[in-house]
């Protein structure tokens, strides 16, 4: 398994949960060995989550900058 973040190599790790959420305390997750990035169950869960009410954003035309008519005014 490949990391999301840096392609470095995912290995399985076992993870405490110490803030006690609806998960067991102890379970298992893959962790990165070069930058350290922690992927278990509820963290794929919430990017699923995430993901799904994502909606494109529609392409609009270039503002103009808000200086650019007071230097034209200026000038």
Known sequence: MTCTRC?????????????????????QGH???SCGNIV??????HRMVQNS????VPASAPEKPFLFDLIKLTA
């Not at 392609?7 to 379970?27: A, F, K, N, T």
């Not at 009410?53 to 494109?56: Q, V």
């Open 53 to 56: 009410h994502l909606r494109p």
């Open 31 to 33: 962790r990165c060995l």
């Open 7 to 27: 392609e470095g190599l995912m290995v399985q790790d076992d993870l405490i949960d110490l803030q006690e959420s609806y998960h067991p305390m102890r379970l």
């Open 40 to 45: 278990d169950t509820l963290i794929q869960r």
